[in-house]
């Protein structure tokens, strides 16, 4: 994959925004891979996503950050520029539960997905080994009755000495503390076994089971402090039927808790995921 | 289509019900085309559905539904048999929307759907022409402010002198009184326009937009005295993005809506349904 | 729907396109709504559509066309502006199943589709009641045994005199003459019912059938002088299993035929499908 | 998982076949847990799937066969019984690609599927460690350039050594010869990365990414001597666009080749799927 800048931008519409940025990319002979935009009609807020080949541009990171600040400030700009040498650092906690964790370490390991991995955060020691094979640094911290606060302290130490871009939640099955979703907004990612809004909270295949609905689902978002209630960047459904038992939705689900976790983390390490409130604008 | 009976039945699970139906049916040189059994382990009840060949029997519906009777006895059995050569009567509700009433209507008169079509019922008169065209009975009762009463008891007198066989609320849009529901029990088939248990209620691709989710649904349901609380009988999702408005919602939503129950309404018609609590099985 | 114009353009790639759209649009205080960008990487060309507010601008339609002018020969651009405020004109051509033709009318006479329909062309008399109903001109063209010819030049005579935009083959089931085929590149479509290239030719769900394929599809396409060769615009698939005989294929397909041609058409008239070689770039 | 009987019978059609197999399950006390039966309607052909628990039947598994055989011989029946105690030995043979090989090993782990795994086989040395983390057994045969022959004659002797039930060809990339088709019939399984019959032999991405279809799709099937035309058991899609080059449709293809395959490999390991000439009944 060839070097490239990735310019992310959000700020209120106005004419001449597309016009400006596009202007100053072509002037220093930046050459544009991908470029996609949005304008959210209700808040009259713009969004956009621009890819510029590396090697055409003039100058580095650093001077193409300096030299479009005066734009930037001009139209009041949130925005990023991200490069693509630069892999982001992932932290993944894990439970018990390898289906997840397995899926993403494959396509780490096959370098289908760009990204570090400095460790492997979990509650249960039973990963550890397959972790390891991998030369991936795995820490345990139980949870012990009556002390979850010990656990959530020496798991937020690890989170930030490992100086996660990212921290992603595959079927790690503990409510994280306010702290940890405050200090990390719209990064951390985790993985819902339903088809949010649908059965929120525990054993969403038990209530799926129980109400008879005909597809299952999973839900990739963003944590925040509410349960279940982030911002969605990807979901998907598979069919049941009458015939399928709860441990047969749970067989099932596992495959698509997979693929949505690897097609939202996907996203969000190309930079295609802006946040808007609590919803998201995938730029896929 | 040839003339065939189907034989639906459910009762306790126990060992030799299969044999004891298809022994009585083979020693009466019956030809089942089609066979479904299903027996729900959490309440070990036992499901069937037999298709026969009416021509292979040396009797007609009367004397087979008198010589199965010891048999269903024996074993407890809630049975019905329904002979393929008598169209089921299906009575449309609609209201402004057309789309899936045209669906419906297009599956009829193209002898997709095996069905009779005794009238039309409508709060309001715009479909009227359409409906006519078709050679059918049209009836529009409004719904006046503050005397609701009069609109339901006028459809609820419809309906009985409709003999229904089956009600279809086609994007009905108002809420049946308890009198109806209870009169019809699993006879009345809703399309709701959300994935349900997600966005109950009004307006829920407004609610499926607020919450940001990435794929929107219809839900085909029984009718119960609960509002969209009944057992589900079909269901399937469209994937909608950051850039879809509540009204591409709408519009991508009335495919999904007139799919999902065309088929919900098919499964009806061929006897596949079978309601256990509030859960179906769908033998398809 | 505001009054929008579509600048539609496809040119070689190189840097500073959109800087000279945007900024062209931006001086005269176009406010844009919608826009995609793609470079094919393999023949390194350039494809844009821009969507602008038609009240946004100072001037219409003609005098938009001559100001760009200067720009698109700069740029050496194939190009084009559309005024959304001007319906397309299509021509429905059917025969005798009624699916993919209702559906279309339905979304016509719901204001679903934008577009005129000057008039039905068929080769068999079934569906002129239906038509004629909408308020629609319906003409009948037999296919007479050992001269097509007289058809295709009374079809082709038609056409012409309908001066369509789009022609769209709704299950015509005739293969069009070259003349015509060439007469209008890029502005027939077909709904070819299978998932091309499989089952290319006659009868495919018969052959799929024969091949035990576990997936049924639908395939929309432009029209070109090779038969059910030509760029595809939009397929979708449906499930299908040992049970499902050709018939059930063939009514299971309906839905899918009518949905993927409605999915294509839509895309065309909206003028999101530009096409290069044998390909589609749709900017969905 | 309880230990059950699974009894899978075809035969010509005829009254009387489930009265009779349903008469001697019951008559032994046998408690049947999951039924399923299906007639081709072409070849009146009758195809049969039951599940029977064995700890419900007063005999083991020899007597049940030695009291089934006389109702065999008279419905002529091919049939078998397969106890679900004794898992199936599958062979898996890969090549240089890990996802459908690594798909499997977690499948296998996590006890998802009940299957041993005597060996891989593999003409590369690539997946040599991460097969034996598993604590499995790896073979490496080489394939020397003009002497295919000697990599197919080992290969051979490694199959007919390790007794395979079923031989999983989990994008293994080499055609294999005759001899070895012949002699497992109806028990190599394939994942061909296309639509079958779209996009026969090699490289079918390169293939559909040059006709510009918008569905990529697997293949899961039977391999016969004839290539790419064995009997299909499962199939699956995903969307792509303009927009993926040949790489994204790799990429994405994986993630179709891996579920389309653990699915197919499911179904047979199950005994679900019948082979009727050059289909499948599959009772999913």
């Given at each position: 994959m060839e070097r490239s800048y990735r310019l992310i931008i959000s700020c209120p519409d106005q004419i001449g925004i597309v016009a400006a940025v596009s202007d100053f990319i072509a002037s220093h002979q930046g050459w544009i891979t991908e470029a996609h935009h949005y304008t959210d009609p209700a808040s009259q807020w713009f969004f956009m996503r621009y890819v510029v080949r590396a090697a055409s541009?003039?100058?580095?990171?650093?001077?193409?950050?300096?030299?479009?600040?005066?734009?930037?400030?001009?139209?009041?700009m949130q925005w990023c520029v991200y490069d693509t040498g630069i892999k982001k650092r992932v932290v993944l906690l894990a439970s018990k539960q390898a289906h997840c964790l397995s899926d993403l370490l494959y396509r780490w390991r096959s370098n289908e997905m760009h990204m570090d991995i400095p460790c492997v955060l979990s509650n249960h020691d039973d990963l550890r080994d397959y972790v390891q094979w991998h030369g991936l640094r795995y820490y345990h911290f139980p949870v012990r009755t009556n002390d979850k606060a010990s656990h959530f302290a020496a798991l937020e130490q690890a989170l930030i000495d490992s100086e996660p871009d990212v921290i992603v939640l595959a079927r790690y099955m503990q409510i994280l503390p306010d702290s940890i979703c405050r200090r990390y907004p719209a990064r951390i990612i985790n993985i819902?076994?339903?088809?949010?809004?649908?059965?929120?909270?525990?054993?969403?295949?038990?209530?799926?089971?129980?109400?008879?609905?005909?597809?299952?689902?999973?839900?990739?978002?963003?944590?925040?402090?509410?349960?279940?209630?982030?911002?969605?960047?990807?979901?998907?459904?598979?069919?049941?039927?009458?015939?399928?038992?709860?441990?047969?939705?749970?067989?099932?689900?596992?495959?698509?808790?997979?693929?949505?976790?690897?097609?939202?983390?996907?996203?969000?390490?190309?930079?295609?995921?802006?946040?808007?409130?609590?919803?998201?604008?995938?730029?896929?």
């Open positions: 541009l003039p100058f580095g990171l650093e001077e193409l950050r300096e030299r479009f600040c005066p734009l930037a400030e001009e139209f009041r819902h076994h339903s088809f949010l809004p649908s059965f929120v909270g525990a054993r969403p295949y038990h209530q799926a089971s129980e109400r008879g609905v005909k597809l299952i689902g999973a839900t990739c978002h963003y944590v925040t402090a509410e349960l279940d209630a982030g911002p969605i960047i990807e979901q998907d459904v598979v069919r049941v039927g009458h015939h399928n038992t709860v441990d047969d939705m749970i067989r099932l689900g596992r495959d698509v808790e997979k693929q949505v976790l690897a097609r939202g983390l996907r996203f969000h390490l190309e930079d295609r995921v802006l946040v808007h409130g609590n919803k998201t604008i995938v730029f896929a």
